[in-house]
């Protein structure tokens, strides 16, 4: 059974616009969560992270926001650029495992 | 990047044959993971380990296999493949420290027919 969801398989934005991407989990113990982005025949990269003791977490034009009372966690692109056009996974850490989401491919439109 | 290395990145075999794949890491990372990637799934932890010799099951472990004799290689074996292992997969490390995030190497592309 999936522990993490991305509800949203894909999301158009126009560049400069913002892009939210969202995601929810089911358990309660997961202390760390992260998101990756991947784009085709390569690995994913890490991109930004937040402990569980944490709401919000900056790391320039990502950020990504945690809702512990609803199991869920967002990230927001400010500004979206078309090289930010990738899949997107968020990922939860339980003990020594990494549960990820499905994906969400992004596409910024010129 | 991250130090990981991947072989093979491609492989096609036929069902029944048994398959190995490498994952090599510069880092001495003590914690190393397999995933696999497929459509509609995501990444799915296969095993992990957390030192020589020491590795625990994922979420889709059955008919896998691994194996780590040094702390530099983690090896995945399917011991017959089947067509439903078709699939990219992904080695990790995870580098220490508090985050404690992973870091992918490139994938290894397995078809099975």
């Known amino acids: ?110 | 990047d991250a130090g990981i290395t991947q072989s093979p990145r491609h492989k096609v075999t036929e069902t029944g044959t048994p398959v190995t794949l490498r994952c090599h890491q510069t880092e001495n990372h003590r914690y190393m993971y397999w995933y696999r990637q497929d459509p509609g799934h995501g990444l799915r932890l296969i095993h992990y380990s957390y030192g020589v010799k020491d590795t625990d099951k994922g979420e889709v472990s059955d008919g896998y296999s691994v194996s780590r004799s040094k702390t530099e290689d983690f090896l995945l074996t399917l011991e017959s493949a089947t067509s439903s292992q078709t699939s990219v997969y992904f080695c990790a490390i995870r580098r220490g420290g508090g985050t404690g995030e992973l870091f992918f190497g490139e994938g290894s592309r397995l078809t099975v027919l």
């Open chain 1, 1 to 110: 059974d999936q522990q993490v969801k991305q509800n949203s398989p894909s999301l158009s934005v126009q560049e400069g616009r913002i892009s939210i991407l969202n995601c929810d989990y089911t358990n309660s113990m997961f202390d760390y969560f992260l998101w990756y982005k991947k784009y085709p025949a390569e690995g994913p990269t890490f991109l930004i992270s937040i402990s569980s003791i944490k709401d919000k977490n900056e790391d320039g034009r990502f950020t990504v926001f945690l809702n512990k009372s609803a199991k869920h966690l967002s990230l927001h692109i400010v500004p979206s650029q078309p090289g930010d056009s990738a899949v997107y996974f968020c990922a939860a850490r339980g003990g020594n495992q990494f549960y990820f989401g499905t994906g969400t491919s992004l596409t910024v439109i010129p």
